[in-house]
């Protein structure tokens, strides 16, 4: 594929352009080893034909299906990067942007959300300080323009997520939360 081709104007008018193919092929190889490892460990889990008869009660079935779906996507997305040139070996890197930063704090966030708040605070209460956290890390960078607003909504959405998860997991579902 030529290199115009490569530069070629983003279809995602006002959107961020998508990630290289270099960046989509090592997504997908990365992607697939984890859901071939998925299949495997489901394959792997007890199937209970004894007790039900069928094995369609056996609780790897849905791990197993979500693995299999993740490989073949990521097979998918593995050929589509093959196609827009994945393969090719460039001399100039791109330009560096804040993704890693970006996702770093979603890490971070996520890790704060169900390492340390889950199970030590009420569940709504950890819901909602995640939103929080999360929703106003990110909408930190648009400015100072208004962010007092946006601190504010955060904090609204942050406890309507927090109720509204809690009332439709222990309400409707009947889970007892941790």
Request: cysteine-free; hydrophobic content about 55%; charged content about 20%.
């Amino acid at each position: 594929m030529s290199e115009a081709a490569q530069e070629a104007e983003s279809p995602f008018d006002g959107e961020k352009a998508p990630a290289s193919p270099r960046a989509d092929l090592v997504t997908a190889a990365v992607l697939f080893a984890l859901g071939i490892a998925i299949v495997q460990q489901a394959w792997n889990m007890p199937r209970f034909v004894e007790q039900s008869g069928t094995g369609l009660t056996a609780p790897g079935i849905v791990p197993g299906f979500y693995g299999a779906m993740l490989s073949l996507l990521a097979g998918v997305l593995g050929l589509r990067a093959m196609r827009r040139g994945g393969w090719a070996v460039r001399a100039a890197r791109a330009k560096a942007t804040d993704d890693g930063r970006r996702l770093l704090t979603a890490a971070v966030l996520g890790v704060m959300y169900a390492g340390v708040l889950v199970g030590r605070v009420p569940f709504w209460m950890a819901s909602a300080l995640f939103v929080f956290a999360f929703t106003t890390a990110f909408e930190w960078d648009q400015g100072p323009e208004r962010r007092l607003r946006r601190v504010v909504e955060a904090a609204l959405i942050g406890l309507g997520t927090g109720v509204a998860v809690t009332m439709v997991f222990e309400k409707l579902f009947l889970l007892r939360l941790p």
